[in-house]
């Protein structure tokens, strides 16, 4: 596999990280699965249009392709192209990636690679960050007065839970976990926490029904810390999570400055921030 990033645009820009991500791994690793023997080829151009940077990436394969009649459809959900092909999945991959695409406004095209195989391409057009953008992007919040703290971890994925509990260990936290938001309650309840990492969609109570009741219970649970984790984090999701009582968001897959940052902003008292 080749790799190829011809920069010509702005250092910075405002975007989604962790969609981009996502959106890149999609395609690439789509690639690799279907050219098992074969070559691979990605690029990833920037170029500046104005105020904006308009993001380009392709990724090419010599593999088995998409029939020409079917380009225009392989993007629906749970078209599988031809599902009889090794590998083939449930067919969910390539239509997120143009959900993602399409919530940036963008586009995402899927054409036949010069290589013999599939070309899959997608152009966005991201806003330039500005110098003071930049400076908030890096800024880290400083470390809370607290030796320690006592940490609830709510989430129904065992691996999410123990994932967290890891992270907190290293941060020199302590924790307990429960596996749906009606535990929560129930701990919150029962025990003086320091902070809770949230998620959103759990069994029995979710994670908005659960900080909802936590904050009803009134006394310092009104003003207790409390994190969605979630990957549903777009600016829409962030203003509904706010207002229904949480301090900030962090998006999964977590990454671990990510997680400090929160952390330290919310028991800080800098409340309301999405990170």
């Given at each position: 596999?080749?790799?190829?990033?011809?920069?010509?645009?702005?250092?910075?820009?405002?975007?989604?990280?962790?969609?981009?991500?996502?959106?890149?791994?999609?395609l690439?690793g789509?690639?690799?699965?279907?050219?098992?023997?074969?070559?691979?080829?990605?690029?990833?151009?920037?170029?500046?249009?104005?105020?904006?940077?308009v993001?380009s990436?392709?990724v090419?394969?010599?593999g088995?392709?998409?029939?020409?009649?079917?380009?225009?459809?392989?993007?629906?959900?749970?078209?599988t192209?031809?599902a009889?092909?090794?590998?083939?999945?449930?067919?969910l991959?390539?239509?997120?990636?143009?959900?993602?695409?399409?919530?940036?406004?963008?586009?995402?095209?899927?054409?036949?690679?010069?290589l013999?195989?599939?070309?899959?391409?997608?152009?966005?057009?991201?806003?330039?960050a500005?110098?003071?953008?930049?400076?908030?992007?890096?800024a880290?919040?400083?470390?809370?007065?607290?030796?320690?703290?006592?940490?609830?971890v709510?989430?129904?994925?065992t691996?999410?839970?123990?994932?967290?509990?890891?992270?907190?260990?290293?941060?020199g936290?302590?924790?307990d976990a429960?596996a749906?938001?009606?535990?929560?309650?129930?701990?919150?309840?029962?025990?003086?926490?320091d902070?809770?990492?949230m998620?959103i969609?759990?069994p029995v109570?979710?994670?908005?029904?659960?900080?909802?009741?936590?904050?009803?219970?009134?006394?310092?649970?009104?003003?207790?810390?409390?994190?969605?984790?979630?990957?549903?984090?777009?600016?829409?999701?962030a203003?509904?999570y706010?207002?229904a009582?949480?301090?900030?968001?962090?998006?999964?897959p977590?990454?671990?400055?990510?997680?400090?940052n929160?952390?330290?902003?919310?028991?800080?008292?800098?409340?309301r921030?999405?990170?």
């Amino acid at each position: 596999m080749t790799v190829a990033c011809e920069a010509d645009g702005a250092e910075w820009v405002e975007a989604d990280e962790t969609r981009l991500k996502q959106l890149l791994n999609n395609l690439i690793g789509n690639a690799i699965k279907f050219t098992p023997h074969g070559r691979v080829e990605a690029r990833i151009t920037t170029r500046r249009d104005g105020d904006k940077v308009v993001l380009s990436a392709q990724v090419d394969d010599s593999g088995p392709g998409v029939p020409p009649d079917r380009l225009e459809t392989v993007f629906q959900p749970f078209n599988t192209g031809d599902a009889n092909r090794p590998g083939a999945g449930a067919g969910l991959g390539l239509a997120i990636c143009r959900q993602i695409v399409e919530r940036m406004d963008g586009r995402i095209l899927a054409e036949t690679s010069p290589l013999g195989g599939a070309r899959f391409r997608f152009d966005l057009k991201l806003t330039r960050a500005t110098a003071e953008d930049q400076n908030a992007r890096l800024a880290i919040a400083e470390p809370t007065s607290h030796e320690t703290l006592h940490v609830l971890v709510a989430d129904d994925n065992t691996a999410n839970r123990f994932l967290a509990g890891k992270l907190l260990e290293m941060f020199g936290c302590t924790h307990d976990a429960v596996a749906n938001g009606a535990e929560a309650v129930e701990a919150a309840r029962t025990v003086a926490y320091d902070l809770i990492l949230m998620d959103i969609k759990m069994p029995v109570m979710d994670g908005v029904s659960a900080t909802r009741a936590i904050r009803a219970m009134g006394d310092a649970r009104a003003t207790l810390p409390i994190l969605a984790l979630t990957a549903n984090a777009d600016d829409r999701d962030a203003v509904g999570y706010m207002a229904a009582g949480m301090n900030g968001v962090v998006q999964k897959p977590i990454q671990p400055d990510v997680l400090l940052n929160a952390i330290r902003r919310a028991v800080g008292g800098q409340v309301r921030q999405a990170a």
